[in-house]
């Protein structure tokens, strides 16, 4: 995925109030960029490290900078959390993840239950058999494990009550009959593996695995990262008992 809006290369000063984060542009001039990440955003910014934003020229809009991605010396990191179902969407349709090759028809943002799901694939426009359809929730995962961790992929990186809800959402669809998975799109290129961030959400956790045992797919797939475009290269292992 490329990015479409014009980018700029600056130095993030802070972040704060969640959604907004101090960028110092290569002219010395501050702006202040609208930062579409609700989580800690742990291990994925500390002042002076490298950002990239993106300007937009919509009167709409009360700031007309966001905030992409960081980079911490070694890799840039995604942090806009509207990006991943757009990564992972494009990915699907491009055949790069293999597990779920063979759904041509997608729908975004199904209602099912209580809940969301992000994607709904299928084999057919109108799909009647359970067996022919696939939901698909997506994560964006950016947070790094630590000492024994430090190779690691982690989520969530605060509680996610709602990404609870998910999960019992998918195992609840796989046991109606429809095949489900849970998709963590990484976007640094630091890690090698993903894993449950046990200490920060351990019932996120203990959920994850109750739904790998129930036969709800697991996946992750790591973004290559850089200042023109993200996009999903490859499959990282999956543990599930760290």
Not at 173 to 184: D, R
Request: glycine share 6%.
């Amino acid at each position: 995925m490329k990015f479409l809006a014009p980018i700029t290369e600056g130095i993030i000063l802070k972040r704060y109030k969640r959604f907004l984060a101090d960028i110092q542009l290569p002219n010395g001039e501050v702006v202040t960029a609208h930062t579409a990440n609700t989580g800690s955003m742990k291990t994925c910014w500390e002042p002076g490290w490298k950002a990239l934003i993106s300007f937009h020229d919509n009167p709409k809009r009360k700031l007309k900078y966001s905030l992409e991605m960081t980079f911490n010396g070694h890799t840039w990191i995604g942090i806009n959390t509207s990006l991943p179902n757009k990564l992972a969407q494009e990915a699907i349709e491009n055949g790069l993840i293999k597990e779920l090759k063979g759904y041509p028809f997608i729908k975004p943002e199904v209602k099912t239950g209580n809940s969301r799901i992000d994607l709904l694939l299928s084999k057919e426009k109108e799909a009647e058999s359970k067996k022919d359809q696939f939901f698909v929730e997506i994560k964006n995962v950016t947070l790094k494990g630590e000492n024994h961790q430090k190779k690691a992929a982690l989520f969530p990186d605060a509680v996610s009550v709602r990404g609870q809800k998910h999960i019992q959402e998918l195992i609840k669809l796989h046991k109606e009959g429809y095949n489900a998975a849970l998709l963590f799109i990484v976007q640094r290129e630091d890690v090698e593996y993903f894993t449950p961030a046990h200490e920060i959400d351990p019932l996120y956790s203990k959920l994850l695995k109750e739904a790998a045992a129930e036969g709800v797919l697991i996946l992750a797939y790591q973004c290559t990262m850089s200042k023109k475009e993200i996009v999903v290269n490859r499959s990282i292992p999956v543990k599930l008992n760290n």
